[in-house]
T-cell receptor, first 115, second 117 residues
Framework: NAGVTQTPKFRVLKTGQSMTLLCAQDMNHEYMYWYRQDPGMGLRLIHYSVGEGTTAKGEVPDGYNVSRLKKQNFLLGLESAAPSQTSVYFC??????????????FGPGTRLLVL | SQKIEQNSEALNIQEGKTATLTCNYTNYSPAYLQWYRQDPGRGPVFLLLIRENEKEKRKERLKVTFDTTLKQSLFHITASQPADSATYLCALPPPSSSGAGSYQLTFGKGTKLSVIP
């Protein structure tokens, strides 16, 4: 049981390049999330999904797109990377919306540097 | 919108002492509050959840209190050890009136705890 995994661990991009970050979970969780974490800003929600085929915007969605074609995978795309998107990206998942299911499980993070 | 404040960016404490971290929130009454631990270069890990009708919750050397009148949660680590050194995050769900759903969390910026041998 690997939990939540993220690919890649580290990436350097040039301004204007595109890339996709992959998040996978093997816990059969319904909900998945993408956060970014910047010094002094804490964790901020980019996009989230409440089930296969669904996505929704979080606090800081601009410049990012997401897709959840399979329940276990949640993809975060940067179409045209900007230096302001330099950050550490965390994926998280949660089993369901019921009481006693509120815990989020985080992946190890992807460190992205945009030059 | 709700605001979460962890009012110490960093806390240094001597090994063996009790560390106390604070999480304050404004503007609403959350149904629960969570605490996470984050080590450098790693993702946050869930520690404890306390609900609005619970005053206190314990797990081994950890204790969390929840004062809905003061709008504050205290996170205590007793008999602290150097291995407890990490950043601790509190997190709350959105107000039920916000329409944001109960499945999101808003995180505080964290308190970096250093336990000195």
């Amino acid at each position: 049981n690997a939990g939540v995994t993220q690919t890649p661990k580290f990436r350097v991009l040039k301004t204007g390049q595109s890339m996709t970050l992959l998040c996978a979970q093997d816990m059969n969780h319904e909900y998945m999330y993408w956060y970014r974490q910047d010094p002094g800003m804490g964790l901020r929600l980019i996009h989230y999904s409440v089930g296969e085929g669904t996505t929704a915007k979080g606090e800081v969605p601009d410049g990012y797109n997401v897709s959840r074609l399979k329940k276990q995978n949640f993809l975060l795309g940067l179409e045209s990377a900007a230096p302001s998107q330099t950050s550490v990206y965390f994926c998280a998942s949660r089993y369901g919306t019921s009481v006693y299911q509120e815990t989020q499980y985080f992946g190890p993070g992807t460190r992205l540097l945009v030059l | 919108s709700q605001k979460i404040e962890q009012n110490s960016e960093a806390l240094n404490i001597q090994e063996g002492k009790t560390a106390t971290l604070t999480c304050n929130y404004t503007n609403y009454s959350p149904a629960y509050l969570q605490w996470y631990r984050q080590d450098p270069g790693r993702g946050p890990v869930f520690l404890l959840l306390i609900r609005e009708n619970e005053k206190e919750k314990r797990k081994e050397r950890l204790k969390v209190t929840f004062d809905t009148t003061l709008k504050q949660s205290l996170f205590h680590i007793t008999a602290s050890q150097p291995a407890d050194s990490a950043t601790y995050l509190c997190a709350l769900p959105p107000p039920s009136s916000s329409g944001a759903g109960s499945y999101q969390l808003t995180f505080g910026k964290g308190t970096k705890l250093s336990v000195i041998p």
